[in-house]
């Protein structure tokens, strides 16, 4: 303590970091209203995000006008009753007021009453699986770190599902109810912008609902995220959400549903025997001399009478189409392919050295030391399954 100072004004040494403390303070707040975090829970972008969007702000104002009132009171008192010169011995004691009592006892339950039935009402409204025929059916396996995405009642004419990896598309204003289940440990089904978090459990099968209002652009799909940590590539454990109108959304299917044609001449053909190694875990669905056949690994698992497609790995039938790769998290481009062929773990943080095929238990891509020339076959022979 230094006792040369007036006690009513602290030292500026010891004001400083007082105030550099509260302006960095202030300055992290007013960093939280910049908007531009892609994955927020506040722009809703649609009923079901919006029903959960409503609710926090009911919630925000009350909070907000009860710290104002109670604030407002506790410096009113502080100032008003404040001890002053004059005072003499204590301030007169009084014990219990019961109007008052009565009274601070009904305004919270009065508050919490209008908080709560929204609430519930909300739950139910938001955890109701749709019902009916114009509702779309998507199976989603969570793996050790990707999504896999299988549409049960859209098929091929062999009765080949759509299956896809990492990258949902769905139509605008349609009910979609996911039937989600985990290949491995619990993961988290979050897209911010539409809906709530949903656990993604192994053994069980757990539902959400997504509606989206409108398609979003090709460059800008809704941004989702595993949200229950996982393990190493948590937070690269990504995936997109494309909304279509229901016309672009048709097209999509039939394109999906479309084998990829087998190369026969050029760099792509060479990427297709090079293709050989991937074909351990990644499956293709392609068209050759045979017909449609599978050429890599197609595996299921039952989840309380539930049939989920439950892969190895990303089925690549159509990767040349999707926008990103690694779980969504890099952009679908020729350096970045490159890249990762030439060694997954670096872009994407990977335990390739535990993988157990037979067991079923795959911890990432390993790094094949693949030649350049391979790399760039594999490319061309990607790039064109679109
Ligand atoms: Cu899956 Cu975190």
Partial sequence: MNHAHNENEPAPSRRRPLMIGLVGLLALMAAGCSGAGPQTALNPEGPIGRTIDDLWELVFILATIVFVIVQVALFYTIVRYRARKDDDGEPVQVHGNTRLEI???IIPVVILA???YPTVKGIFDVRAIPQGEDVLQVQVTGHQWWWEFEYVDLEDETGRTLVTANELYIPEDTEVNLTMTSADVIHSFWVPVLAGKRDVVPNRVSNLTLIADDPT???????????EYCGLAHADMRFKVHVRSQVDFDAWVEDQLAPAQLPTEGAAAAGYAAFGTCVACHNATVS??????DIGPVRTIEVDGVT???SLAPDLTHFGGRATFGSGTFENNREHLAQWLANPADLKPMRPELNDIEAGRILGMPNFNLSDDDINNLIALL???D
């Fill in 383 to 385: 790039e064109g399954w």
């Fill in 308 to 310: 989920f497609t439950s």
């Fill in 103 to 105: 009274t601070w006892t």
């Fill in 288 to 293: 050759g001399p045979d017909g449609i056949e």
């Fill in 217 to 227: 652009p090709p460059d800008a799909p809704h941004p989702g995220q595993c949200a």
């Fill in 114 to 116: 209008a908080i709560a």
